[in-house]
């Protein structure tokens, strides 16, 4: 007997990331949870220096997740037949950690006694939302076979 044994890919609700996008995904997450980190270490203990890591991370991350964000754009408008509800959450996830971290950064830009509460409180939110979207984009948003 002999058998063959074929894969065939046929687009369905999930695709795989393309790699420049998963790059690009990879940023946000540390940079901003490095960014929580350093405002945490200035709540306690004061340094200045501190709240200006956190400045750079947020830019760090900021310029990650806007190419993610722009990927994200991209491929929202260019496959609107397999769009699904977990391609429009991952668009969300992702755009609203971009505004909380750019607002996170204006917020950072002033002096760094006046950052505090509000800087860690941004930096929180902008690391959960970013966890989110990076979970969803790199787990949620896989190919599959058909048989």
Same mark, same amino acid.
């Given at each position: 007997?002999?058998?063959? *044994?074929?894969?065939?890919?046929?687009?369905?609700?999930?695709?795989?990331?393309?790699?420049?996008?998963?790059?690009?995904?990879? *940023?946000?997450?540390?940079?901003?949870?490095?960014?929580?980190?350093?405002?945490?270490?200035?709540?306690?203990?004061?340094?200045?220096?501190?709240?200006?890591?956190?400045?750079?991370?947020?830019?760090?991350?900021?310029?990650?997740?806007?190419?993610?964000?722009?990927?994200?754009?991209?491929?929202?408008?260019?496959?609107?037949?397999?769009?699904?509800?977990?391609?429009?959450?991952?668009?969300?996830?992702?755009?609203?950690?971009?505004?909380?971290?750019?607002?996170?950064?204006?917020?950072?830009?002033?002096?760094?006694?006046?950052?505090?509460?509000?800087?860690?409180?941004?930096?929180?939110?902008?690391?959960?939302?970013?966890?989110?979207?990076?979970?969803?984009?790199?787990?949620?948003?896989?190919?599959?076979?058909?048989?």
């Amino acid at each position: 007997m002999k058998y063959s *044994f074929a894969a065939f890919f046929a687009p369905g609700d999930m695709r795989a990331i393309h790699p420049l996008h998963a790059v690009c995904l990879s *940023f946000p997450l540390p940079m901003f949870l490095a960014a929580w980190l350093s405002d945490i270490a200035y709540a306690s203990s004061f340094h200045v220096q501190w709240v200006n890591f956190a400045s750079w991370l947020l830019v760090g991350g900021l310029i990650g997740g806007g190419f993610a964000l722009l990927w994200v754009g991209v491929e929202l408008v260019r496959y609107k037949a397999h769009r699904t509800q977990r391609h429009v959450v991952y668009a969300a996830a992702l755009g609203l950690m971009w505004l909380i971290g750019l607002i996170n950064s204006l917020v950072h830009a002033k002096d760094a006694g006046a950052t505090m509460p509000e800087g860690l409180w941004f930096s929180g939110i902008a690391t959960v939302l970013a966890a989110i979207a990076s979970w969803i984009g790199f787990t949620g948003l896989r190919g599959r076979n058909v048989e």
